[in-house]
């Protein structure tokens, strides 16, 4: 599944036979790191106000929303301090769980988000991301449960899909995965998740349903600039045969991101296969200007160029893609073919 991403840190953790000395200097060096952070230009100001007021939690909450997207391990610690202060605060709570999740302390994220709950019971956000922590934490028998009562709220019914569908697939039931995201996306209404529809239509078309043309199609509209959906869309025409589709899908993906390679080599791999060198050098040619290094632009483009009679130019490109890909056999070989004519 596309799930939402959360990238792991690497946490380094002491023997227990380290001595005194390694920690004090491990200690020392992380003061220092976050002191860089915290004096640096865009946080100091907020820091320099800290020092004069250490008991004011809006500004440990202020800090934190700045630290949240580059250093969500400080922001925590803002966040968790702005909530000490103030334990009434849901939004300090819902913050230091958020700044967990995107530390990836899911354990402490669950407990965060708890905590915040105890505040706001009947917020459906908070019961998401709370289930969100504890999926991340495998504890899915907990998730699921809160999933259920979501199914039954006025707002987050979607995201009660989206939590089983995750949930499915980590059990690796595709079925029940596609299931809860067709409930979710009809739950979801004109606002579906970008992710969930190009999950469905990557799912269903690995088994060759043509429902999941429908979902790359709704994933375009929400995002038209994005030629992601729209070149999922005609590779799945490819698979069904239908190529005449497929070739307007992948030009739609190029009025879409005109530097969106994959479009240009997909056009070429077309007409190659027809036999239409001219066309497929065209889209091969647009191919090796959007990619520079692509070392399969080059080669195919070169493949164009010598059954066009264009031996100079091809033993050229076979150059560049063997330059670019080292252990590239076919173009070594076709260097080796050209240079003997």
């Known amino acids: 599944m596309r799930r939402l991403t959360i990238l792991a840190l690497g946490l380094a953790i002491s023997a227990c036979n380290n001595n005194n000395k390694d920690n004090k200097n491990s200690q020392q060096q992380q003061n220092a790191a976050a002191d860089s952070v915290y004096y640096s230009d865009i946080i100091r100001p ?3 106000s800290l020092e004069k007021f250490p008991d004011n939690p809006p500004l440990y909450y202020r800090r934190a ?3 949240f997207n580059t250093h969500p391990e400080l922001s925590l610690k803002d966040f968790e301090k702005a909530a000490a202060l103030d334990t009434a605060n849901v939004e300090y ?3 230091a769980g958020e700044a967990a999740l995107a530390s990836s302390n899911n354990k402490k994220a669950a407990e965060l988000f708890t905590r915040a709950l105890k505040g706001a019971p009947e917020y459906s956000y908070l019961r998401y991301k709370l289930a969100t922590a504890q999926v991340l934490d495998k504890h899915y ?12 709220s006025a707002d987050a019914k979607d995201q009660a899909y989206y939590l089983k569908a995750r949930i499915a697939e980590d059990h690796k039931d595709t079925s029940a995965t596609i299931q809860h995201l067709r409930m979710a996306v009809s739950a979801a209404g004109d606002h579906p998740e970008y992710e969930a529809l190009m999950e469905l239509g990557d799912l269903l078309r690995a088994q060759k349903n043509p429902d999941g043309l429908q979902y790359y199609q709704l994933a375009y509209r929400l995002d038209s600039v994005n030629a992601e959906p729209i070149y999922a869309y005609g590779r799945f025409q490819e698979d069904l045969n239908k190529k005449d589709a497929a070739i307007t899908a992948f030009r739609k993906a190029i ?7 994959a479009a240009y080599m997909a056009l070429g791999d077309i007409y190659r296969k027809d036999g239409n060198w001219k066309d497929a050098y065209v889209f091969y040619n647009l191919a090796a200007k959007a990619a520079p290094t692509d070392a399969d632009a080059y080669f195919n483009r070169a493949l164009c160029q010598e059954n066009l009679g264009k031996k100079d130019m091809a ?3 076979y150059s560049k893609a063997s330059s670019f890909r080292k252990d590239f056999k076919a173009a070594k070989e076709a260097i080796s073919r050209l240079s003997k004519k």
Do not use: K
């Open 65 to 67: 929303l700045l630290l």
């Open 315 to 317: 033993l050229e490109d």
């Open 93 to 95: 709570w819902a913050g």
């Open 46 to 48: 907020v820091t320099d």
């Open 141 to 152: 028998q907990q998730a699921d449960s809160i999933a259920d009562i979501l199914t039954r």
């Open 255 to 261: 009025i879409s991101d005109p530097g969106y390679e």
